[in-house]
């Protein structure tokens, strides 16, 4: 089969300011364009706030991230920010960790999935069980054929008494019709049917993907239900501390491929917020530089993510984001996440160095928020490795904790302490630290640790905080491999540095590299080393040169990046604020709803006999292929437009993508018209012109 761009018509500036002034309206000499955004990194919750009319970033803050509820991070960081700026604040944006962490960590809600037309054998057969997700799995038998034909009429008696047998134990309903989306019927009749008796939400498959992949369309559609009561609760949680503040602007979502989403729609399509975070920090980096190609490395405390920023938007995963083991069917950025950041664990293992991918509190924070600790230090026996410091960082567990863990947690209430100490009052606290435990999983607790941070702090490049606390630390773990605290933290500075050169590389090569990445086999291995200045056959001058600049951003990218640049031979920018650009990121973004149409050729032996079009909205047929291209693309600029008007835009412009499929056939001749896809996307800004009136009337 060979596709052809039929015709391509793009409804979008070419002269797009990166800096979008937003709408404004004075009313009694005041300006109303003031944008709150919000970001919930791995470590810090960051909060900004922006003049949308000038582009300038007025105030910033940050706050330890919560992870057990993050919206406790949120509030604290929203609290660290002036209430006059607050007072003044129309829009508010979050880009959030929930969706991908409740996902890898296996959270949410329980969910019933019914599945239309599939046949069970073949999932028992093939072992699609577990990418079901959910053990409540109902068959019901109805359905349509590839052209959206019913083949068996849905049996509603069967659903009734499905869902009347199970709906206490779900929290979420998720709904999947084998051809579901080349006719939603059943899943829509299926969804009211469910909606009659049950009260909990609904997720239908179709309305989140058009893609034909069965089991990867119903596995979405119970990610996305699963999700449903944990945004909930989180979205519910922000809105209450912005009321509590005053706030009444309208809050954006930002979604894994960078685009803002109404609130009030995230709470139906949560899934949709999957990597959320690494969107923002590219979306945050363009209007930062105004820059249309480039890559945008973003490093915090916890992880480095890796995106490339082509014509102004992020690359993306057309087939679909994978996370926590799953494969969706979500459109979100392309971007790759290393297990690097500022706050990695450093550890001496043998006589080998390991940067991450674990987190840990810098000692030299530890030792400034909390000065006893450099007691603990202090006790160190003469050939032991530096003592374990645990610190509790959230607050008392929601759930019902055991015996150890209480102990563990009333310990560490007056302050951090070593597991030595831990350990004479607890006896198996070792043990229980020793494994994967909820305390720490959930954010109770974390552990003190040496860090490329207080590495930092040796070598005088950062000095935060104490600077005695990471000298002591890298004393000890450079003690065993016969190094100064100087030589170990150089050491651990130029490793990071060079993880983060391959880390680059290997996100460059992704697409063509199927082996793995740059280090994978010995020849690329050595070319790179030698390029990098750390190995490789002396007799070669090996240089490394991209062809788009770097832009740095996260709070130690300064520290890092002159180097990485200057091996990669690239161009480095790192913006003013970079340290906040993912907040940022959640209020510059746009509005954006893509949607798509089919074509589909219908034949018989005489040749065609009608043309089908199939849509998120339903099906219909034409005997003409002029009037099916006419009707097509009538709906689709109607459906799109109505979906960004959903997702909270105001005024849209449409982009619109016409591919012609044709299959060559072996008798020769011209190719056969086999149908067109049609791709429509609507752009807009936040719509809030309305709630700029109500609330300059109020003031």
């Known amino acids: 089969?060979?596709?052809?761009?039929?015709?391509?018509?793009?409804?979008?500036?070419?002269?797009?300011?990166h800096r979008p002034s937003l709408w404004?309206?004075?009313?009694?000499?005041?300006?109303?364009?003031?944008?709150?955004?919000?970001?919930?990194?791995?470590?810090?919750?960051?909060?900004?706030?922006?003049?949308?009319?000038?582009?300038?970033?007025?105030?910033?803050?940050?706050?330890?991230?919560?992870?057990?509820?993050?919206?406790?991070?949120?509030?604290?960081?929203?609290?660290?920010l002036p209430a006059e700026g607050l007072s003044r604040v129309n829009l508010v944006g979050l880009s959030t960790t929930l969706a991908t962490n409740a996902l890898v960590e296996g959270k949410g809600g329980r969910v019933g999935l019914i599945l239309i037309g599939y046949d069970p054998r073949l999932i028992e057969r093939w072992g699609f069980q577990r990418d079901l997700v959910t053990d409540l799995v109902i068959f019901i038998?109805?359905?349509?054929?590839?052209?959206?034909?019913?083949?068996?009429?849905?049996?509603?008696?069967?659903?009734?008494?499905?869902?009347?047998?199970?709906?206490?134990?779900?929290?979420?309903?998720?709904?999947?019709?084998?051809?579901?989306?080349?006719?939603?019927?059943?899943?829509?009749?299926?969804?009211?049917?469910?909606?009659a008796i049950s009260q909990h939400p609904v997720t239908c498959a179709h309305e989140l993907s058009g893609e034909l992949n069965a089991i990867r369309r119903a596995t979405t559609a119970v990610l996305n239900a699963r999700l449903i009561p944990l945004i909930h609760q989180l979205i519910r949680a922000v809105q209450r501390s912005l009321a509590r503040r005053g706030i009444s602007a309208p809050l954006m979502v930002v979604r894994g491929d960078g685009a803002l989403?109404?609130?009030?729609?995230?709470?139906?399509?949560?899934?949709?917020?999957?990597?959320?975070?690494?969107?923002?920090s590219i979306v945050g980096a363009r209007y930062l530089t105004g820059l249309d190609e480039a890559i945008v490395v973003d490093m915090g405390g916890t992880t480095t993510d890796i995106a490339i920023l082509k014509r102004g938007r992020p690359a993306i995963r057309e087939d679909g984001a994978q996370v926590g083991g799953w494969r969706t069917l979500v459109r979100a950025v392309d971007a790759q996440t290393t297990g690097l950041g500022g706050d990695s664990r450093i550890q001496v293992k043998g006589q080998r160095l390991q940067v991450g991918p674990e987190r840990a509190v810098p000692l030299s924070l530890t030792a400034a928020r909390y000065p006893s600790i450099l007691q603990e230090l202090a006790k160190r026996r003469s050939g032991r490795s530096l003592p374990e410091i645990v610190l509790l960082v959230g607050d008392t567990p929601t759930w019902e904790m055991?015996?150890?863990?209480?102990?563990?947690?009333?310990?560490?209430?007056?302050?951090?302490?070593?597991?030595?100490?831990?350990?004479?009052?607890?006896?198996?606290?070792?043990?229980?630290?020793?494994?994967?435990?909820?305390?720490?999983?959930?954010?109770?607790?974390?552990?003190?640790?040496?860090?490329?941070?207080?590495?930092?702090?040796?070598?005088?490049?950062?000095?935060?905080?104490?600077?005695e606390m990471a000298q002591r630390g890298a004393a000890a773990l450079g003690e065993p491999l016969g190094l100064s605290p100087v030589r170990f933290s150089q050491l651990v500075h130029e490793q990071v540095m060079q993880r983060l050169a391959i880390a680059i590389l290997d996100r460059l090569l992704a697409s063509e590299d199927a082996d793995g990445g740059v280090?994978?086999?010995?020849?690329?291995?050595?070319?790179?080393?030698?390029?990098?200045?750390?190995?490789?056959?002396?007799?070669?001058?090996?240089?490394?040169?991209?062809?788009?600049?770097?832009?740095?951003?996260?709070?130690?990218?300064?520290?890092?990046?002159?180097?990485?640049?200057?091996?990669?031979?690239?161009?480095?920018?790192?913006?003013?604020?970079?340290?906040?650009?993912?907040?940022?990121?959640?209020?510059?973004?746009?509005?954006?709803?893509?949607?798509?149409?089919?074509?589909?050729?219908?034949?018989?032996?005489?040749?065609?006999?009608?043309?089908?079009?199939?849509?998120?909205?339903?099906?219909?047929?034409?005997?003409?292929?002029e009037e099916a291209l006419a009707f097509a693309r009538e709906h689709g600029r109607a459906l799109a437009t109505a979906g960004a008007r959903a997702a909270g835009a105001g005024e849209v412009q449409i982009e619109e993508e016409e591919r012609e499929e044709r299959a060559v056939t072996s008798w020769g001749g011209n190719p056969l018209y086999l149908g067109t896809r049609l791709r429509f996307t609507a752009i807009g800004r936040p719509n809030f012109q309305d709630d700029y009136r109500r609330k300059g009337k109020a003031l």
């Open 1 to 17: 089969m060979c596709e052809r761009i039929r015709a391509c018509k793009l409804y979008w500036s070419e002269q797009e300011a």
């Open 24 to 80: 404004r309206l004075e009313d009694g000499g005041i300006t109303l364009a003031w944008m709150l955004g919000i970001d919930t990194g791995g470590t810090y919750t960051d909060a900004v706030i922006v003049d949308g009319d000038t582009g300038q970033v007025l105030h910033s803050a940050k706050a330890l991230t919560t992870p057990d509820d993050l919206s406790r991070g949120i509030d604290a960081a929203i609290a660290a």
């Open 141 to 195: 038998r109805g359905g349509h054929d590839l052209h959206g034909r019913e083949v068996m009429p849905l049996d509603e008696a069967a659903l009734q008494e499905a869902v009347h047998q199970h709906m206490e134990q779900v929290d979420a309903w998720a709904i999947s019709g084998y051809f579901g989306v080349r006719n939603p019927d059943h899943e829509q009749h299926a969804r009211d049917v469910v909606r």
């Open 261 to 280: 989403l109404r609130s009030e729609a995230a709470l139906n399509r949560p899934v949709d917020t999957i990597l959320s975070g690494p969107a923002a």
């Open 402 to 467: 055991t015996k150890i863990e209480r102990e563990i947690v009333e310990a560490l209430r007056d302050g951090p302490a070593s597991l030595d100490r831990l350990e004479e009052t607890i006896p198996l606290v070792r043990v229980y630290l020793g494994r994967p435990n909820r305390l720490e999983r959930h954010g109770i607790i974390r552990r003190a640790a040496f860090t490329p941070t207080d590495a930092l702090h040796v070598l005088g490049i950062y000095q935060a905080w104490d600077a």
């Open 519 to 625: 280090m994978s086999s010995s020849p690329s291995r050595l070319l790179v080393e030698r390029a990098l200045g750390y190995g490789g056959p002396e007799g070669l001058d090996v240089h490394i040169r991209l062809c788009d600049p770097i832009i740095a951003v996260g709070a130690p990218v300064a520290a890092y990046f002159e180097r990485v640049a200057a091996w990669l031979g690239a161009e480095l920018i790192i913006p003013d604020h970079a340290e906040v650009a993912n907040a940022i990121g959640a209020v510059s973004g746009s509005v954006m709803h893509t949607c798509e149409v089919r074509i589909v050729a219908q034949y018989e032996v005489s040749g065609i006999t009608a043309y089908t079009l199939h849509s998120a909205a339903g099906m219909w047929t034409s005997d003409e292929l």
